[in-house]
Structure formats: C-alpha cells, structure tokens
C-alpha cells in the first residue's frame, strides 16, 4: 500500500512539475503532464479497490 501512495504522489509531481516549469516544449509538455495524471489516477484507482475489497472481506466474515 506504501507503494501505492508513494507512486501517486510521484505521479502528481510529475504532472505539476512539468506544468509550472516545463523541461519540453510543445507537445511532449502535455505527454509528460497526461502521463502523470494517468500515474496517479492508475494508482488511486488501484487504492480505492483494495480499500473497497478489505471492506467486502470484512464483510463476508
């Protein structure tokens, strides 16, 4: 789960970090910037369904 939380916030710099102050110019500015919003989107989406998953475990027993 540490993982899971440590490449979300990775993610999120990636794409704030190439927005404010952009290494690339033109299109492979927003190709970085999508690529971390999808990192940290992936990886929320990832959280969320263990979370839900422990709840439904708990549950059934």
Do not use: D, H
Not at 14 to 21: E, L, P
């Amino acid at each position: 789960m540490f993982w899971n939380y440590l490449n979300m916030l990775t993610g999120i710099f990636i794409a704030v970090a190439n927005y404010i102050n952009p290494g690339f110019r033109g299109v492979f500015e927003w190709i970085m910037v999508g690529c971390g919003v999808l990192i940290f989107a992936y990886n929320l989406i990832v959280i969320l369904n263990q979370k839900q998953n422990k709840e439904i475990s708990k549950e059934e027993n």
